[in-house]
């Protein structure tokens, strides 16, 4: 599977949105990208998935690009309960139940 | 979404002891369940998965004796920790996805305290 880059931290005012990037410059062609956030003390809750064309859906909008070597995703409103680790996984379509997480981005939204 | 319940939500035993956590797709027949865990501020790590009716796969470096899995039915997958010590306190997260392609969707964890 291939590695993903993600800052480490990020903050956002609450009501603005929050654009989390995600680096995967060595994805392969049959990857999707998954992104899943982990708030405090629960299990990860999936967010959105994407091959090549952008995605949205009602919790948030991924854009990929071009060359599908990154990907931003986009929380159009951040709320407080937002705040949360983000994580960027690359993962092939038949594989996409065993997830290799990285360091992911905490999101900190703020009043 | 798909439901994955967890349980227990937490637990304490002592040290030499073993401790059984369940794993349960509650709308859905899971044939692969996955098992990960996670030390504080750490990210999450992927033990092994569960295949119904078969032996599990462990990720390299994970004691298959001391964490035994049992997928028993398409909709339970059991974690045991034996002989449990402090160091096997951790959060401990289980995950299904409802067909071979689609999103996985996670338990809330159980949080595992050997004292």
């Known amino acids: 599977d291939a590695k993903t880059t993600q800052p480490p931290s990020m903050d956002c005012a609450e009501g603005r949105a929050a654009n989390l990037p995600c680096n995967h410059s060595?994805?392969?062609?049959?990857?999707?990208v998954y992104w899943y956030r982990q708030i405090h003390s629960q299990g990860p809750q999936y967010i959105i998935h994407?091959?090549?064309n952008n995605e949205t859906n009602e919790m948030a909008s991924l854009i990929i690009t071009e060359d599908r070597k990154s990907s931003t995703l986009i929380l159009p409103h951040a709320t407080l309960r937002d705040t949360a680790v983000y994580y960027c996984?690359?993962?092939?379509?038949?594989?996409?139940?065993?997830?290799?997480f990285g360091q992911g981005t905490t999101l900190q939204v703020k009043p | 979404g798909a439901v994955v319940s967890q349980h227990p939500s937490w637990v304490i035993c002592k040290s030499g002891t073993s401790v059984k956590i369940e794993c349960r797709s509650l709308?859905?027949?899971?044939?692969?369940m996955f098992w990960y865990r996670q030390f504080p501020k750490q990210s999450l790590m992927l033990m092994a998965t569960?295949?119904?009716?078969?032996?599990?796969?462990?990720e390299q470096g994970v004691e298959k004796d001391k964490f035994l899995i049992n997928h028993a039915s398409l909709t339970l997958s059991t974690l045991t920790v034996t002989s449990a010590h402090p160091e096997d306190s951790s959060f401990y997260i289980c995950?299904?996805?409802?067909?071979?392609?689609?999103?996985?969707?996670f338990g809330q964890g159980t949080r595992l305290t050997v004292v």
């Open positions: 995950s299904a996805t409802r067909q071979a392609k689609a999103e996985a969707f």
């Open positions: 060595t994805i392969s062609g049959n990857e999707y």
């Open positions: 994407g091959l090549k």
């Open positions: 996984i690359a993962a092939f379509s038949g594989n996409t139940g065993k997830l290799i």
């Open positions: 709308d859905f027949q899971a044939t692969t």
């Open positions: 569960s295949n119904e009716g078969s032996k599990a796969t462990y």
